[in-house]
């Protein structure tokens, strides 16, 4: 096995048990190793640290193990049964009004690099390194002994996810599915909810499961209410505010599949009637609005800074769509805003809102602060892992 050992004194934030090793901090590398290679990780005075898959690049290792230089054959079934116990624990395996969840979330699940996502025996595989790629048989075997005979089918979607660079043949299917099983999408239910998922042609893994949490407490507020739901995607918030009592729902997304998933899902579900469709560009439609039609707005954009270099521009999307949102929304209205942007911490995002109110001259106040739910599980040492965040906004 090749061996990484670092310069002098760069083996702190090891021990502290942050999962990644940066290029800069390697002294040495004993061995040849292949992208995607498990390697094995040193201080400079030769005691040994980690190990964990090896990749060209700024983050050179993501860490598998803080305690075994070689991981056991059963390594990818006790970490899969690890992450399950965790879903187990906060109720979401086995519910009986819920049957997608996330079952392994990157660095939160002691796995960088991996995104497992179910849905009702469907699970989709997500690589975002060359190790977890060239390790995705290996994880699929371990998944069928995980599910047993729940499993349908593991289905691959790495191709916008994986490095690139790294010249791996990447192409999206199925990894396993069980005999018979042909679907394309299924329904599934979420907090007794049904939702279509297209997971080889829809956005991300199929679904946006990490709002789960964020749409049952919009439901808590619609009873009665005029709802904007901008950014929609499939329409999660729209069917619990419609199913909670919203007078009416307007949901509005760029992306005509997205909308046509949205008509399925709020028909599904049999609130129709009181359900409006807008395939539109959300800060065109938003500045047609006449001041105060709405009296609750979800706002949940895709990532505005997907790196650092582009937080500045970021911050200020954040405001002039916040600005735009609060401007409109009806005295004594809501609004649910959000950020997926890891790059955009709490602290960053609450500032841009806060500007953004101040531009409008309204008198807001904060009612809440949302977060991404269990399932999608930070690592107490990798706080890099918080990505979604919100503020519940009551706007007089
Ligand atoms: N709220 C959704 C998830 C939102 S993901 C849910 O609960 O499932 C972000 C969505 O924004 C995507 O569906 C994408 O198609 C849409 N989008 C991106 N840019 C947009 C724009 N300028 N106007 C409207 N929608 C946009």
Redesign the pocket.
Known sequence: MSKIILKKRREESLLRFHPWVFSGAIAQTVGNPAEGDVVSVYSADGQFLAAGHYQVGSIAVRVLSFETEVLGPDFWDVMLARAYAVREAAGLADAPDTDCYRLVHGEGDSLPGLIIDYYQGVCVFQAHSVGMFRAKKAICEALCRLYGDRLKAVYDKSSGTAPFKAGLDLVDGYLYRAPGFESKELTVLEHGHKFIVDWTEG?KTGF?LD?REN?ALVGKYAAGRNVLNL????G??SVYALAEGAQHVDS????AK?MSLVDRNVALNGFADRHGSFCA???EFLRGVPEGKYDLMIV???AFAKHRGALDNALRAYQRLNAAAIGKVAPGGLVFTFSCSQVVDKEAFALAVFSAAAQTKRNVRILDRLNQPADHSVSIYHPEGEYLKGLLLYVE
């Open positions: 956005q946006f709002q749409r950014f929609c995607y499939t999660g918030f509005v997304d760029s992306s997205a560009d959300a800060i949940d954009p895709p």
